[in-house]
C-alpha cells in the first residue's frame, strides 16, 4: 500500500521560505512521477510543480523562478523549496505519486495519472 507522509508546513512571513518534504512507502519510488499540488478551501487542487524518474521538472507559472522541487531516491523523500512566498501561497500542500508518462510534463494534465495522495501539509503566509 503506497504511502505518502507530507511535513515541513508552517506560518511564514511574505518574503520567506518554505521546505517541504513528502516520504514514500510501499512502492517502487524512483519509478514514478512525483508532484506538489495545492489546494485553498473551495478551490480546486492545482498542480504546482512535477518530477519524472529522469528528474525532468515542471512548474506552474505561478511559482517558476520561486519553487524548485527535488527528490532523493535513496531516501524515497521528495522536496519542494520554496522561496519569496506570497499570500497567494497560502495552502494546503500536497504530495502525490502517478504513473510516469508523458502528462507528467504538463501541470494540467498531471491530475490524471495520479494514483496516491499524502494527507496535506498546510502553507499559510502572512503579511
Known amino acids: 500500500q503506497v504511502q505518502l507522509v507530507e511535513s515541513g508546513g508552517d506560518s511564514v512571513q511574505a518574503g520567506g521560505s518554505l521546505s517541504l518534504s513528502c516520504v514514500a512507502s510501499g512502492m517502487m519510488y524512483h519509478h514514478y512521477c512525483m508532484a506538489w499540488f495545492r489546494q485553498a478551501p473551495g478551490k480546486e487542487r492545482e498542480a504546482v510543480a512535477t518530477?519524472?524518474?529522469?528528474?525532468?521538472?515542471t512548474y506552474a507559472d505561478s511559482v517558476k523562478g520561486r519553487f524548485t522541487i527535488s527528490r532523493d531516491n535513496a531516501k524515497n523523500t521528495l522536496y519542494l523549496q520554496m522561496e519569496s512566498l506570497t499570500l497567494e501561497d497560502s495552502d494546503m500542500y500536497y504530495c502525490?505519486?502517478?504513473?510516469?508518462?508523458?502528462?507528467?510534463?504538463?501541470?494540467?494534465?498531471?491530475?490524471?495519472?495520479?494514483?496516491?495522495w499524502g494527507q496535506g501539509t498546510q502553507v499559510t503566509v502572512s503579511s
Open positions: 502525490a505519486a502517478g504513473w510516469d508518462s508523458a502528462s507528467c510534463y504538463s501541470i494540467g494534465r498531471v491530475q490524471s495519472v495520479v494514483h496516491s
Open positions: 518530477i519524472d524518474r529522469n528528474e525532468r521538472q
